[in-house]
């Protein structure tokens, strides 16, 4: 849960990701970022933004708000920010920050390739530990298994033990972030070479291997809380230097930020809940459905059966009239036909 404001808000954090594409690896590290900084930086205005952010919306996303960077000149992203953290490796956005002003701290985290000219004005690079390691102010691991149970009623997942990659079920691309975690959550094991995906579920306790059988390492976490109490004193240290406060951001704005990120916060926990009511009738009706798609087909196979019945009794009598009609024609009956009436006649 995001931490509690204890002081007025003073200082604000902008996160670079790359949150408007789908993989796993692009909505994790922002988040983690975000509720990590928010604890050592209680009151902080922490924004979100993302190469074209929410005019690139996707599922995944799960509603997270990223602001396009598109729409932002370097000027003005290092304006509304006291420090910037980029945990993002898109092209893009890696090009702008070599463009924000040479005063601004602007600090690389766990971006694959850092270039040469940002690493260069970078105030720190942090290449330490994955973001994934550290996922507990992000996901309540509680609801995890109520998130499974109700991705197999919405038959996202199968019944009974499963594998993610190599040949089992496949990661989907469609699922909020934490349905997604609750998918990894759920598998017996997981093969992947995505380093995200074994952060993820290394957080989550699962077994997870490369193709080629062999396990991944990370550093301890304590390493990568390192890091980011570092960032965090980077970030106090520059507001100080600036005066203790930004034009752009007060005390007011970052209270209702805050309340803000509360409501968000209940309101996806309320989502859960209500997904969960819904989920259990439409699973109900599908029984239902199911039930009465099996009955009408054994109906129809009992309609067929009879259709064929009827059609063999049919075939049967009209050889059976035929047969009668062709004695009937024959000489001896006809011949005899008198004989007989004149028999029936003197018996009756």
Same mark, same amino acid.
């Given at each position: 849960?995001?931490?509690?404001?204890?002081?007025?808000?003073?200082?604000?954090?902008?996160?670079?990701?790359?949150?408007?594409?789908?993989?796993?690896?692009?909505?994790?590290?922002?988040?983690?970022?975000?509720?990590?900084?928010?604890?050592?930086?209680?009151?902080?205005?922490?924004?979100?933004?993302?190469?074209?952010? $929410?005019?690139?919306?996707?599922?995944?996303?799960?509603?997270?708000?990223?602001?396009?960077?598109?729409? %932002?000149?370097?000027? *003005?992203?290092?304006?509304?920010?006291?420090?910037?953290?980029?945990?993002?490796?898109?092209?893009?956005?890696?090009?702008?920050?070599?463009?924000?002003?040479?005063?601004?701290?602007?600090?690389?985290?766990?971006?694959?390739?850092?270039?040469?000219?940002?690493?260069?004005?970078?105030?720190?690079?942090?290449?330490?530990?994955?973001?994934?390691?550290?996922?507990?102010?992000?996901?309540?691991?509680?609801?995890?298994?109520?998130?499974?149970?109700?991705?197999?009623?919405?038959?996202?997942?199968?019944?009974?033990?499963?594998?993610?990659?190599?040949?089992?079920?496949?990661?989907?691309?469609?699922?909020?972030?934490?349905?997604?975690?609750?998918?990894?959550?759920?598998?017996?094991?997981?093969?992947?070479?995505?380093?995200?995906?074994?952060? +993820?579920? +290394? $957080?989550?306790?699962?077994?997870?291997?490369?193709?080629?059988?062999?396990?991944? *390492?990370? +550093?301890?976490?304590?390493?990568?809380?390192?890091?980011?109490?570092?960032?965090? *004193?980077?970030?106090?240290?520059?507001?100080?230097?600036?005066?203790?406060?930004?034009?752009?951001?007060?005390?007011?704005? +970052? *209270?209702?930020?805050?309340?803000?990120?509360?409501?968000? $916060?209940?309101?996806?926990?309320?989502?859960?809940?209500? %997904?969960?009511?819904?989920?259990?009738?439409?699973?109900?009706?599908?029984?239902?459905?199911?039930?009465?798609?099996?009955?009408?087909?054994?109906?129809?196979?009992?309609?067929?059966?009879?259709?064929?019945?009827?059609?063999?009794?049919?075939?049967?009598?009209?050889?059976?009239?035929?047969?009668?009609?062709?004695?009937?024609?024959?000489?001896?009956?006809?011949?005899?036909?008198?004989?007989?009436?004149?028999?029936?006649?003197?018996?009756?």
């Amino acid at each position: 849960m995001p931490a509690l404001s204890t002081h007025p808000g003073v200082g604000a954090v902008a996160i670079w990701t790359s949150a408007d594409r789908p993989g796993l690896g692009d909505q994790l590290p922002g988040r983690v970022i975000q509720q990590e900084l928010l604890a050592r930086l209680p009151g902080w205005r922490m924004s979100m933004f993302a190469t074209d952010g $929410w005019r690139r919306s996707t599922v995944a996303d799960g509603g997270l708000v990223a602001e396009p960077l598109r729409d %932002r000149t370097p000027a *003005e992203l290092a304006d509304a920010a006291t420090l910037t953290v980029i945990c993002s490796g898109d092209p893009v956005a890696l090009e702008l920050a070599t463009r924000l002003d040479a005063t601004h701290p602007v600090v690389p985290f766990a971006v694959p390739e850092v270039p040469g000219g940002l690493a260069a004005r970078a105030a720190v690079v942090v290449t330490g530990p994955n973001p994934g390691l550290l996922l507990d102010r992000v996901v309540d691991r509680d609801t995890l298994p109520a998130r499974v149970a109700q991705l197999r009623q919405l038959g996202e997942l199968p019944d009974g033990d499963y594998e993610v990659g190599d040949g089992g079920v496949e990661l989907p691309q469609n699922l909020v972030f934490e349905d997604r975690l609750a998918f990894l959550f759920g598998a017996r094991a997981v093969v992947t070479d995505d380093e995200h995906v074994a952060a +993820a579920c +290394a $957080w989550l306790g699962v077994d997870c291997r490369r193709p080629d059988g062999t396990a991944f *390492e990370f +550093a301890p976490v304590a390493d990568l809380k390192a890091q980011l109490d570092r960032v965090a *004193e980077l970030a106090e240290h520059t507001l100080a230097d600036r005066g203790g406060d930004l034009a752009t951001r007060t005390s007011v704005l +970052a *209270e209702e930020n805050h309340a803000l990120r509360q409501a968000h $916060w209940h309101l996806r926990r309320r989502m859960l809940v209500e %997904r969960q009511r819904l989920a259990e009738p439409l699973a109900q009706a599908w029984e239902e459905r199911d039930a009465a798609v099996a009955e009408a087909a054994e109906v129809r196979a009992d309609n067929a059966e009879l259709t064929r019945r009827n059609e063999e009794l049919t075939a049967r009598l009209a050889f059976a009239e035929q047969e009668l009609a062709r004695w009937q024609d024959t000489k001896l009956v006809r011949w005899t036909r008198p004989l007989r009436d004149a028999y029936g006649k003197a018996r009756g």
